[in-house]
T-cell receptor
Framework: SQKIEQNSEALNIQEGKTATLTCNYTNYSPAYLQWYRQDPGRGPVFLLLIRENEKEKRKERLKVTFDTTLKQSLFHITASQPADSATYLCALTISGGYNKLIFGAGTRLAVHP | EAGVVQSPRYKIIEKKQPVAFWCNPISGHNTLYWYRQNLGQGPELLIR????????DSQLPKDRFSAERLKGVDSTLKIQPAELGDSAVYLC?????????????FGEGSRLTVL
């Protein structure tokens, strides 16, 4: 069956360290992959999009990799800050007709001072 | 620029009652989405509109859910009658791209509790 897997357990890290979150998928061939941030009680906010022919994308302290062979995306936050604490969702664009955007369940990140 | 506006933010009803949610997308965004998000889960698409046309409603439980987007701007999502399992956050999103290849802009959501 098709599924997207993100770590269900919270990731706890120390301020200043690099946070790495994983998104694995099976039985999908996504053309695009997006990462969103969601704070409690708020809607998701777009962070980055990476295409299937791109290996890596950066934006300020954020870096996303996309390995279509491993069927995995890694999301890195360097020099993490307590304000980075949130849930991070990955989402795949599945080609076909109008396309579909499928979200993972998200991983909660807690950055401790 | 105003973001996606949803109302109400919170709604508590008893089962079998009707409920409606309203969404005003970002001006100029032709594509509008309704998602449902259960606790600890990612958003799941209910329906997507391109202007006034519902182009993907395959996940909408049509026996009790209905949606409309008159004039291709605001949208309303209705549940009648509500069931206990409908308790969730209902998110509206809009985008300029109808191909799901670009950024989605989400509203703050409407949290529904069915008692």
């Amino acid at each position: 069956s098709q599924k997207i897997e993100q770590n269900s357990e919270a990731l706890n890290i120390q301020e200043g360290k690099t946070a790495t979150l994983t998104c694995n998928y099976t039985n999908y061939s996504p053309a695009y992959l997006q990462w969103y941030r969601q704070d409690p009680g708020r809607g998701p906010v777009f962070l980055l999009l990476i295409r299937e022919n791109e290996k890596e994308k950066r934006k300020e302290r954020l870096k996303v990799t996309f390995d279509t062979t491993l069927k995995q995306s890694l999301f890195h936050i360097t020099a993490s800050q307590p304000a980075d604490s949130a849930t991070y969702l990955c989402a795949l664009t599945i080609s076909g007709g109008y396309n579909k955007l499928i979200f993972g369940a998200g991983t909660r990140l807690a950055v401790h001072p | 620029e105003a973001g996606v506006v949803q109302s109400p933010r919170y709604k508590i009803i008893e089962k079998k009652q009707p409920v409606a949610f309203w969404c005003n997308p970002i001006s100029g965004h032709n594509t509008l989405y309704w998602y449902r998000q259960n606790l600890g889960q990612g958003p799941e698409l209910l329906i997507r509109y391109e202007n006034e046309e519902a182009v993907d409603d395959s996940q909408l439980p049509k026996d009790r859910f209905s949606a409309e987007r008159l004039k291709g701007v605001d949208s309303t999502l209705k549940i009648q009658p509500a069931e206990l399992g409908d308790s969730a956050v209902y998110l509206c999103a809009s985008s300029t791209s109808g191909t799901n290849t670009g950024e989605l802009f989400f509203g703050e959501g409407s949290r529904l509790t069915v008692l």
